[in-house]
């Protein structure tokens, strides 16, 4: 799979920039395209740890864990890992602790993958029932914006948020034979 455009586009670099300057020290993620730039900045940011994980679940913990510790985490994941995460999201509610999620879209605009559709249309609604507010990115002008919002109503008023990163404002996946 790939993208159209493997260069960096302004709103990825925004993204980024807007995370260092809100604080946050550690970055947890399963490798995935739509996250390629944030994850290559923060692997080369001293600042910045970054942690592979296995599963999108194992996110929710070490994000959590990070605020225990005095620092501030984001999870990055695509919508397929949202559903791996549901049982663990209970943690948050029940310690009230702050979070923050980047999720890139999967099952929408010019899908190829059908199994990626269920999880896509169920993303949103699977994240407010467990008690996450959800932004939406649909334009590359209000992606700082929105990431910042939610960081702030994250990690200042103690919410539990999901930035969604549309497919469309991603960029078109293929299948490469």
């Known amino acids: 799979m790939t993208t159209n455009n493997s260069e960096p586009l302004a709103w990825q670099e925004d993204i980024f920039q807007v995370l260092k300057q809100n604080g946050i020290r550690q970055v947890a993620y399963v490798p995935d395209a739509g996250h390629s730039h944030v994850i290559r900045q923060a692997k080369a940011d001293p600042e910045i740890r970054d942690v592979v994980l296995t599963t999108e679940e194992e996110g929710v913990g070490v994000v959590s864990g990070a ?11 695509q919508s397929s890992g949202v559903g791996n995460c549901v049982n663990m999201f ?16 999967r099952g929408e605009y010019a899908e190829f993958n059908p199994w990626q559709n269920p999880m896509g249309l169920a993303t949103q609604r699977a994240l407010e029932l467990m008690g996450i507010t959800v932004y939406r990115v649909n334009s590359p002008d209000e992606a700082a914006e929105l990431v910042d ?10 919410n539990r948020v999901a ?15």
């Open 163 to 177: 930035v969604l990163l549309s497919q469309s404002l991603i960029g078109r996946k293929k299948w490469m034979r």
């Open 90 to 105: 209970s943690l948050l509610e029940s310690c009230k602790f702050p979070f923050f999620t980047l999720v890139t879209m």
């Open 67 to 77: 605020w225990l510790g005095g620092e501030r985490a984001v999870l990055l994941m």
């Open 149 to 158: 919002a939610g960081l702030v109503s994250a990690f200042d008023a103690g």
